[in-house]
């Protein structure tokens, strides 16, 4: 898979671009110039929101009505072209063809992401965590976003159910009709969230093992109210409908469904301890660039075409030795690279160079 050239119209501060990109690309400049903009333009076409957590309208740049990302790209021996089109909500077309959701494009074009932002994925809260099985899951299985949608309206209606249970204690009859589709849904999740921790496991092992110099072991475990390992999907489905009767009363007293595949959390662990309250900043650095080459080696592994690979501002922090593991990793992938200093990782690598300045190339 590779992009062979983007063209960008009024996104973020890019007023208008027009690029060829190599095998190895360096987008380099001093902060708030554009870099990171870019790598979001390229990162859209997977199909998935922006990793940066803005609503589509915040794409556009200012003073414009909309914004416009095209791109020629190389996916199964075969040359194509996608472009996304942003006026408030975003519009997809593959090769002409108007698709039905912008998620389609996820079907041609994989990536992966590193990002400060992902630092979060360690240190925050559990939905961080869900959040990257929930997009690694996305690019995997095209149906999963569905899923994801029907289980987050049941929860939704679920939840006013529940409001108005408060107010008139009568609708309680009502709320095993929710429990079960919550169920069915919610099963789907667990079940595919599960299936995706155990087959990522071995991949993050090995690298957690070369970041750490064979000193420390990562491990990850998905947690919830019931042990989700070696369960069929009507056993999680079973089990779950039994947590919502349990859970109700805990329910009715915080007017919100307080169980489910929307509470889970990935659990990280570092020699048995949580990365999360005992890990250093560098080990908990070490867990997400774990991850995120997992991710990569997981996704290569099962659509076997070789993702993207998007480095936001991540390389700079490294060191060198880190710096190499992580290209070695991605050899023979497209790679595309943020940074301050061009001479940061040309020394290890050689590729196009790109100096952005306010949104543009100088």
């Given at each position: 898979?590779?992009?062979?050239?983007?063209?960008?119209?009024?996104?973020?501060?890019?007023?208008?671009?027009?690029?060829d990109?190599?095998?190895?690309?360096?987008?380099?400049?001093?902060?708030?110039?554009?870099?990171?903009?870019?790598?979001?333009?390229?990162?859209?076409?997977?199909?998935?929101?922006?990793f940066?957590?803005?609503?589509?309208?915040?794409?556009?740049?200012?003073?414009?009505?909309?914004?416009?990302?095209?791109?020629?790209?190389?996916?199964?021996?075969?040359?194509?072209?996608?472009?996304?089109?942003?006026?408030?909500?975003?519009?997809?077309?593959?090769?002409?063809?108007?698709?039905?959701?912008?998620?389609?494009?996820?079907?041609?074009?994989?990536?992966?992401?590193?990002?400060?932002?992902?630092?979060?994925?360690?240190?925050?809260?559990?939905?961080?965590?869900?959040?990257?099985?929930?997009?690694?899951?996305?690019?995997?299985?095209?149906?999963?976003?569905?899923?994801?949608?029907?289980?987050?309206?049941?929860?939704?209606?679920?939840?006013?159910?529940?409001?108005?249970?408060?107010?008139?204690?009568?609708?309680?009859?009502?709320?095993?009709?929710?429990?079960?589709?919550?169920?069915?849904?919610?099963?789907?999740?667990?079940?595919?969230?599960?299936?995706?921790?155990?087959?990522?496991?071995?991949?993050?092992?090995?690298?957690?093992?070369?970041?750490?110099?064979?000193?420390?072991?990562?491990?990850?475990?998905?947690?919830?109210?019931?042990?989700y390992?070696?369960?069929?999907?009507?056993?999680?489905?079973?089990?779950?409908l039994?947590?919502?009767?349990?859970?109700?009363?805990?329910?009715?007293?915080?007017?919100?469904t307080?169980?489910?595949?929307?509470?889970?959390?990935?659990?990280?662990?570092?020699?048995?301890?949580?990365?999360?309250?005992?890990?250093?900043?560098?080990?908990?650095?070490?867990?997400v660039l774990?991850?995120?080459?997992?991710?990569?080696?997981?996704?290569?592994?099962?659509?076997?075409?070789?993702?993207?690979?998007?480095?936001?501002?991540?390389?700079?922090?490294?060191?060198?030795?880190?710096?190499?593991?992580?290209?070695?990793?991605?050899?023979?992938?497209?790679?595309?690279?943020?940074?301050?200093?061009?001479?940061?990782v040309?020394?290890?690598?050689?590729?196009?160079?790109?100096?952005?300045?306010?949104?543009?190339?100088?």
């Open positions: 898979m590779k992009i062979n050239s983007i063209s960008i119209e009024n996104f973020r501060n890019i007023e208008k671009l027009d690029l990109f190599d095998d190895v690309n360096i987008i380099y400049g001093q902060n708030a110039q554009g870099k990171t903009n870019l790598i979001e333009a390229i990162y859209l076409f997977t199909g998935s929101k922006s940066r957590g803005v609503k589509d309208r915040d794409l556009i740049r200012f003073g414009s009505d909309f914004s416009k990302l095209k791109i020629n790209f190389e996916s199964e021996n075969r040359n194509q072209n996608a472009e996304i089109r942003i006026d408030g909500k975003r519009t997809a077309y593959l090769n002409g063809i108007k698709k039905k959701s912008p998620s389609a494009l996820g079907e041609e074009l994989k990536a992966v992401i590193f990002s400060p932002v992902h630092l979060s994925m360690v240190k925050d809260g559990p939905s961080e965590r869900r959040r990257f099985i929930d997009n690694a899951l996305c690019q995997l299985k095209y149906n999963y976003r569905n899923v994801l949608k029907e289980y987050n309206r049941a929860l939704s209606q679920r939840n006013m159910l529940l409001k108005d249970i408060s107010k008139n204690s009568s609708l309680a009859d009502m709320l095993y009709i929710w429990d079960k589709n919550l169920a069915a849904t919610g099963a789907k999740i667990i079940y595919q969230r599960n299936k995706y921790v155990e087959a990522l496991l071995p991949f993050a092992k090995e690298v957690f093992d070369g970041l750490s110099g064979g000193r420390e072991e990562i491990d990850l475990v998905l947690k919830g109210p019931f042990d390992r070696e369960l069929s999907l009507k056993e999680i489905e079973n089990k779950l039994i947590t919502f009767e349990k859970s109700r009363s805990s329910d009715f007293m915080n007017r919100i307080t169980a489910g595949p929307h509470r889970d959390d990935m659990e990280i662990l570092i020699n048995s301890k949580s990365a999360r309250t005992y890990g250093s900043q560098g080990q908990q650095r070490s867990c774990a991850l995120k080459l997992a991710e990569a080696s997981l996704l290569k592994e099962m659509t076997q075409n070789e993702p993207l690979a998007l480095l936001d501002d991540v390389m700079s922090e490294l060191d060198i030795t880190r710096q190499d593991y992580i290209l070695n990793h991605i050899k023979n992938w497209q790679v595309f690279i943020t940074c301050c200093d061009a001479d940061t040309l020394r290890l690598k050689k590729g196009k160079t790109f100096h952005i300045e306010n949104g543009g190339i100088v």
